[in-house]
């Protein structure tokens, strides 16, 4: 699970990933270390001194191991994240992570809702007018929900799995009203 970001979906967050990864990480160390009493490391993690500064928190200080996949589920489900309901489950490769990096990312970009529609763009200040080529404020859901011009056929689920029309839809359609 610590590939990063990638397997996964763009729906999570990217601080929660990396501090799992840093945990899981270091209750391998502590198991690691708390095997080979022989070490000069064990007398310093296991038979330190008490801590003087209040701010401090020391890799012992929590020695309860986390099982990894549980906890990033129990934090995924405990958060309110744009289109949720798409994931059934967040610790597992998500369809559509074999596209090419291009395709993913938007892919990805349309899922959460954030991107570079004009609307975001105007916001941002790199367009003059977030308004779609059908006169409508053109936001990522307009763009697969509502534009006579760019509507998605099915829905933002088909999207999310990834079958062939939406992937069709997503390399013809969603990047040309993009590349604009």
């Known amino acids: ?16 990933l990396p501090r799992l990864c840093r945990r899981s990480a270091t209750d391998k ?7 080979h009493p022989n070490w000069p ?6 038979d330190h001194p008490p801590k003087r500064l209040v701010a401090r ?3 012992w200080a929590d020695s309860t191991p986390v099982d990894q996949s549980a906890q990033w589920e129990e934090d995924y489900l405990s958060v309110a994240v744009v289109n949720s309901h798409l994931v059934c489950d ?9 596209l090419l990096c291009h395709s993913w990312t938007l892919l ?16 941002w200040g790199l367009t003059s007018s977030p308004l779609c080529d059908c006169k409508e404020q053109q936001t990522i ?17 088909s999207l ?3 079958d062939d029309d939406a992937i069709s839809w997503l390399k013809m359609t969603a990047t040309n009203a993009f590349a604009k």
């Open 160 to 162: 999310h799995e990834a």
């Open 29 to 35: 160390l502590l198991c690691s270390i708390k095997a």
């Open 57 to 59: 928190c020391p890799i």
């Open 1 to 16: 699970m610590c590939s990063l970001y990638r397997p996964h979906c763009c729906l999570c967050w990217p601080t929660l």
């Open 90 to 98: 967040p610790t597992i490769q998500q369809p559509g992570s074999d």
């Open 108 to 123: 990805n970009r349309f899922c959460t809702g954030q991107g570079p529609c004009r609307a975001n763009m105007h916001k």
């Open 141 to 157: 859901g307009h763009t697969v929900d509502l534009c006579p011009i760019t509507k998605l056929d099915s829905s933002l689920l």
């Open 41 to 46: 490391l064990y007398a310093d993690v296991f």
